[in-house]
T-cell receptor, first 115, second 118 residues
């Protein structure tokens, strides 16, 4: 099993450009998440999804969009990139449950720099 | 509102010292889960432990131990006889539960950078 796969690992964008961070998981997990990690700030939730066709905003959704057309894929789109979006992005997934007990499996991260 | 506080930004110890990483949380839920994750210099996030709010027993796994105290809303993590390989950022996290909404978002603290010197 590959687990959670994120691409690209590194990307440099110019201000105003757009791009999509790809995330795919092969564990048949219903729940998927996008977090961003800024130095000294921990991980902040951007968007999450509880199943195909269902997405919702997290703490810091502005400037991002997501879609969930399949169980496996949860791409994160940055429209009109800004320097404030320079960060490391993590995708994660877990099995479906309302208990909150399930452990998140994280991807390796994508480091994005906006210049 | 749910919140996780890791007041220690950075800790530096010498190998073989014991070290405790503090985690204090806030929640209105009566049922919740607490987690610790490790982020080594390579950057990935590694799950260490999960604890539910009904189980206040301390847990020990090798050199790692966790002390969960609901009375003080704390979930502290102790590494005994630290090693250089323990150098990492450690995150404490709280699972938020929305009944009926099934969102179960994980709220992270800001992390503690542990540097173990040889």
């Amino acid at each position: 099993n590959a687990g959670v796969t994120q691409t690209p690992k590194f990307r440099i964008l110019k201000i105003g450009q757009s791009m999509t961070l790809q995330c795919t998981q092969d564990m048949n997990h219903n729940y998927m998440y996008w977090y961003r990690q800024d130095p000294g700030m921990g991980l902040k939730l951007i968007y999450y999804s509880v199943g195909a066709g269902i997405t919702d905003k997290g703490e810091v959704p502005n400037g991002y969009n997501v879609s969930r057309s399949t169980t496996e894929d949860f791409p994160l789109r940055l429209e009109l990139a800004a320097p404030s979006q320079t960060s490391v992005y993590f995708c994660a997934s877990r099995q479906g449950s309302t208990s909150g007990a399930n452990v998140l499996t994280f991807g390796a991260g994508s480091r994005l720099t906006v210049l | 509102a749910q919140k996780v506080t890791q007041a220690q930004t950075e800790i530096s110890v010498v190998e073989k010292e014991d070290v405790t990483l503090d985690c204090v949380y806030e929640t209105r839920d009566t049922t919740y889960y607490l987690f610790w994750y490790k982020q080594p210099p390579s950057g990935e996030l590694v799950f260490l432990i999960r604890r539910n709010s009904f189980d206040e027993q301390n847990e020990i796994s090798g050199r790692y131990s966790w002390n969960f105290q609901k009375s003080t809303s704390s979930f502290n993590f102790t590494i005994t006889a630290s090693q250089v390989v323990d150098s990492a950022v450690y995150f404490c996290a709280l699972s938020e539960m929305n009944y009926g909404g099934a969102t179960n978002k994980l709220i992270f603290g800001t992390g503690t950078l542990l540097a173990v010197q040889p």
